[in-house]
């Protein structure tokens, strides 16, 4: 078993430079290049999702990638934002949560309020916040999945 991609920072330009060879050839698309800020931005970043986050970046901003352009900071915010949200204390919050097809929509919800709560140490005002509900209504759905237990 690897460590975590924001364990092994030192990997990721060899990362990109191959996921970007590879989605070329894949996509027929000419030799692009990734700016070194980019490259600094995906280093600073901490890849909750690991090495399959990090494919999927690289695979999207060459996906969108429009003509046969490089890819610089620019194109690189816009991917980022997708996962992303500000949290009440000005810090941006990268979080991806994969669910499997077939679960039901209470288990969804019950995960994604478990996630929020963690990616803010359990503020549950913060929390309630992100996830637009009144602290009573967060109260509530966790009295609720605590009681199904």
Not at 71 to 95: C, F, H, P, R, W
Not at 131 to 146: I, S
């Amino acid at each position: 078993m690897y460590p975590p991609l924001r364990q092994r920072k030192e990997d990721i330009p060899l990362l990109v430079n191959y996921y970007k060879d590879h989605f070329l050839q894949l996509y027929g698309k000419e030799t692009i290049q990734i700016s070194d800020e980019c490259i600094e931005t995906l280093i600073d970043h901490d890849w909750p999702g690991n090495v399959r986050e990090l494919k999927n970046v690289i695979e999207r901003s060459l996906v969108l990638l429009s003509g046969n352009g490089d890819i610089d900071l620019e194109q690189l915010k816009v991917i980022q934002k997708k996962n992303a949200y500000m949290s009440s204390q000005g810090t941006v919050v990268n979080t991806i949560i994969e669910i499997l097809i077939g679960t039901s929509l209470e288990k969804i919800e019950e995960q994604v309020i478990g996630q929020t709560l963690n990616s803010v140490d359990n503020n549950k005002t913060e929390a309630a916040k992100i996830l637009g509900f009144t602290r009573k209504t967060l109260h509530n759905k966790l009295d609720k999945y605590r009681n199904e237990e």
